[in-house]
């Protein structure tokens, strides 16, 4: 097995290889557009890595909290803002940054009441139970979204400047890439700072561990899960926000899709593991760009999603504990 | 049903003031008397309850009242048991008679008019479905969020073996209805159902043999990343290296319709071709019947055979089971098989009843669906699986938009109710998982699992100067 894996993997090496020669600036274009979209799904990613951690539970309505922030953020933007196309810079962050903590703290608070409401009644039942009322709640969220915002796309105006940051003999970088990151970056070093500095981040860890031991040293184990659902959930908020803006457009079943392909890279991380999330979700971030970009022999965007689930299929087929690993996906 | 009825007229007696030991001291002829007078008012809540004083009206209480309230499972001919069979057994027969006496039905409360046959044969391929997926699901316990895949393969078995995607072949092996120049491979219907549920088996076993082996929500998970490759394969497979698989998004139409060929028609009164019956529906109705009675069989004589308590053993606790020496991987292989088999036969021939097979009918919804329909029917048990089918595939067909239109009538707005179709799945799902998770009729196994729970009561949870928790419930 592992001749076959090296294989595989000097083949996807010949085939980056190739096609940097064919265009190296084009190539690097679409390695920036792989890391933005890699910043993305790293902030849904950790959501769920964060809540398995904790739970053992995969929260298959994180993907549509997300999508709800996306939606919280365009209603910020269009109805509270009033945001047109290429507004003042002063505007510009004021609003942004109001629409970030808005969008996650709404994002965190509906994260939470849905552990609350559907999760934490379920904590004894068998493994089954919590994951099928997952389900059931992204399907509501999905409703609440077209009860909303109705079943079509909802269009966000482009207001982050698509200018160039650089532009090196053909190789551009866009500020729109650029702040996507920024923003992704603080949010990232916050949320490690919380759970290796702080002392609620200390009780996060130890819930992980062993719940009962937990309880048993003083730690209110309810509300450690509640607060990481919490901080999930603004997770997922700070993504919908960047997805609104860098792609302009939500639709309710945004976040399904997205969910998915965030829960791959926390997988391909191996789940659990904070900075696994988001390796994996850089990895395919890349994967996703380079697909759907690159023209040498390369499948297209048709089979982008069959790719990153044949991708998360071979993960926990040959290698469940994921690139970085933690815990055993076995459940064990 | 019968002793949940005998639970609750307990409790109303009590309710009313009467103890069991009062009740019984009473003769025999007041208890019958007060007990049918029960009956005859419920009898007659019921007609209320549908709103008109019709015939058909008094027949449906009457036929409920008479399949419910005496003790059929006491009823022996010559010292055997056959009063077991007379519920399921009427039942059946009032199934197969629904096309005659449709037309003389009443209106329903909020729900409107009783569906339609065709509705009634989306219903029957759905419950098919439905028991396939509870095998895997209610049976062994894996959760398998891709079970659209088998429904998509079965439905491609038949659109390739029974239409002219193939152009160059020209097989034709009792296939019914062809048109002059036609091309393609076209086996008969009769040949394709188990065709297509082989290979359905097949593909089932060759996912789960490398997957099985992951437990619980992995394996979720793994069956719904193959549930959401198979209808992206579906839908680009126009173009598989030049070779034209699947037709792309247009999907393969028409397929064959089914019938059994001129000569069983003289001779042995079947139906040549069942596209040209003046009563379409009602004839596939009666087929998708017969196929679902075979499912219902295999799954029940399955579940009480030695792979079927292999199943539960291995759901109740897969360490113990293999402890006791039951083979983990073939086990769980067999219930991925033998449910992908029933999916498979759905699909095809829900594929001839369509005439059609479009890749957009195998998103990930559909797996939802199904699995809601077992888990609201309860998980395991056949009758529920079926019940939840029937009522959900009802809703899906006419139920929901019947409903709609009445809420809209009555309170003066104007909701596209169908609209939420999925949202209204997922409130049902998520308020049976938490108020009722063995399902509207459970099999009394699951029950007490479910209720029991697999953890301990946590440390956490206790409260607050209750000292020592429970013993475990």
């Known amino acids: ?332 | 049903m019968r002793r949940r009825l005998g639970e609750s007229w307990w409790r109303a007696l009590s309710g009313a003031g009467l103890d069991q030991q009062r009740w019984r001291s009473w003769p025999a002829w007041t208890r019958r008397a007060i007990k049918a007078t029960v009956a005859l008012v419920a009898g007659l809540v019921l007609i209320a309850l549908f709103g008109v004083w019709s015939s058909s009206a008094l027949a449906i209480a009457a036929a409920v009242l008479v399949l419910v309230v005496p003790s059929w499972d006491r009823l022996r001919v010559g010292g055997r048991p056959v009063g077991k069979w007379i519920p399921g057994l009427a039942v059946l027969g009032i199934a197969v008679a629904y096309p005659y006496y449709l037309d003389s039905m009443p209106q329903m409360p909020v729900f409107g008019p009783f569906p339609a046959v065709s509705t009634m044969v989306v219903m029957a391929i759905f419950a098919m479905m439905a028991i396939g997926l509870n095998f895997v699901v209610g049976y062994a316990g894996l959760l398998d969020l891709g079970y659209v895949a088998f429904y998509a393969m079965g439905a491609y078995m038949a659109a390739w073996f029974a239409s002219d995607q193939f152009s160059n072949k020209h097989i034709n092996l009792g296939a019914v209805g062809l048109f002059p120049g036609w091309a393609g491979i076209h086996l008969t219907i009769w040949l394709v159902l188990p065709m297509a549920g082989i290979a359905t088996a097949i593909v089932g076993v060759i996912i789960g043999l490398p997957t099985l082996r992951l437990r619980g929500d992995y394996l979720a998970i793994v069956t719904l990343g193959f549930g959401e490759i198979m209808p992206q394969v579906a839908q680009n497979g126009n173009d598989l290296f030049g070779f034209n698989l699947t037709n792309g998004t247009g999907g393969i139409t028409p397929v064959d319709g089914p019938g059994f060929g001129n000569w069983a028609q003289a001779n042995l009164h079947l139906l040549a071709n069942y596209l040209n019956a003046g009563n379409f529906d009602a004839v596939f109705f009666w087929t998708a019947l017969v196929l679902v009675l075979i499912a219902v069989f295999c799954s029940s004589r399955l579940r009480d055979s030695r792979l079927g308590r292999a199943w539960v053993a291995i759901r109740e606790d897969e360490t113990a089971a293999a402890a006791m020496g039951i083979p983990l991987m073939r086990t769980k292989t067999w219930a991925y098989a033998t449910g992908a088999f029933f999916g498979g036969v759905a699909g095809a021939y829900y594929a001839s009843y369509r005439s059609g097979t479009f890749p957009d009918d195998f998103k990930f919804n559909i797996s939802v669906f199904i699995l809601c329909m077992v888990i609201l029917g309860g998980m395991g048990n056949i009758w529920g699986v079926i019940f939840g089918a029937c009522f959900l595939a009802y809703l899906n067909q006419e139920g929901l938009a019947n409903t709609g239109a009445w809420i809209n009538a009555h309170f003066h707005s104007n909701i596209q109710v169908p609209n939420y179709e999925f949202g209204i799945y997922g409130v049902i799902i998520v308020l049976v998982m938490l108020f009722r998770p063995e399902g509207l009729i459970p099999s009394s196994r699951n029950a007490a699992e479910l209720h029991e729970g697999v953890h301990d009561e946590p440390l956490y949870d206790v409260q607050q100067g209750g000292g020592l928790p429970e013993a475990a419930a």
């Not at chain 1, 309505?61 to 047109?84: P, Q």
């Not at chain 1, 719940?211 to 999930?232: E, K, P, Q, Y």
């Not at chain 1, 976040?255 to 904070?274: E, M, R, S, W």
Request: with cysteine.
């Open chain 1, 1 to 332: 097995m592992p001749t076959l894996a090296a294989v595989l993997l000097g083949l996807l090496l010949v085939w980056l290889v190739v096609n940097f020669v064919q265009g190296p600036a084009y190539f690097i274009t679409i390695f920036f557009i792989g890391l933005t979209l890699g910043a993305v799904y790293a902030l849904v990613a950790l959501g769920y890595t964060l809540v398995y951690g904790i739970l053992e539970l995969i929260n298959f309505a994180h993907g549509d909290v997300f999508m709800m922030g996306g939606m919280f953020s365009a209603t910020m933007i269009l109805s509270v803002f009033h945001l047109g196309a290429h507004p003042s810079t002063v505007s510009l962050v004021l609003a942004v940054i109001v629409s970030l903590l808005v969008a996650m703290l709404a994002c965190g608070v509906l994260n939470a009441a849905i552990e609350r409401i559907a999760y934490r009644p379920l904590r004894n039942a068998p493994r089954l139970a919590p994951l099928i009322t997952a389900i059931g709640v992204s399907f509501i969220l999905q409703d609440v979204a077209i009860g909303w915002k109705g079943p079509s796309y909802t269009s966000v105006p482009q207001v982050l400047p698509r200018g160039n940051v650089f532009s090196i003999s053909g190789v551009t970088y866009t500020w729109e890439k650029l702040i996507v990151v920024l923003i992704t970056l603080p949010v990232l070093l916050a949320l490690i700072w919380l759970v290796q500095r702080t002392r609620q981040g200390k009780a996060m860890r130890a819930t992980a561990q062993d719940r009962d031991a937990a309880a048993m040293m003083g730690i209110n184990v309810n509300r450690t899960i509640s607060f990481t659902f919490l901080i999930a959930g603004a997770l997922a908020g700070a993504g919908g926000l960047l997805y609104a803006l860098y792609f302009n457009q939500v639709r309710y079943d945004t976040g399904f899709q997205l969910g998915l392909i965030a829960f791959t890279a926390a997988v391909l991380g191996g789940i659990g593991n904070l900075p696994g999330a988001v390796l994996g979700a850089l990895a395919i971030g890349f994967i996703q760009a380079f697909n759907e970009g690159l023209t040498w022999h390369t499948p297209g965007s048709d089979w982008t999603q069959s790719i990153v689930f044949s991708i998360l299929i071979l993960i926990l087929v040959f290698r469940p504990e994921g690139l970085l690993g933690e815990r055993s996906p076995e459940g064990g």
